[in-house]
């Protein structure tokens, strides 16, 4: 069964940046569609980034225009490279397949963004 773990979070001040990584276990090329979640304080997990077998994005309306969702199928990777952050994407970040989460959730990786 193919695991992730993500990883690239951290603090860092409103208005700057950080590239998040998810390393599956095994080959994500059959996966399709996969996303970027993400949990914020006290909130329900939600959908944040999306992208398709063939390189197709979608955005939460919240990070249109300063995050990019980005996969590597050679390297069994997803990338989220985040700008311009805001103290409200202060969350922990998962990645799964979308729209149904297949695969067992990993530990996600947490971003603060300080005000």
């Known amino acids: 069964q193919v695991q992730v773990v993500e990883s690239g979070g951290g603090l860092v001040q409103a208005g700057g940046s950080l590239r998040l990584s998810c390393a599956a276990s095994?080959?994500?090329?059959?996966?399709?569609?996969m996303a970027w979640y993400r949990q914020p304080p006290g909130k329900e997990r939600e959908m944040v980034a999306v992208i398709n077998g063939i390189g197709g994005t979608t955005y939460d309306e919240s990070v249109k225009g300063r995050f990019t969702i980005s996969r590597d199928n050679a390297e069994a990777t997803v990338y989220l490279q985040m700008n311009a952050l805001k103290s409200e994407d202060t969350a922990v970040y998962y990645c799964?397949?979308?729209?149904?989460?297949?695969?067992?959730w990993g530990q996600g990786t947490q971003v603060t963004v300080s005000s």
């Open positions: 799964n397949t979308f729209p149904a989460p297949k695969i067992p």
């Open positions: 095994e080959s994500i090329a059959n996966l399709f569609t």
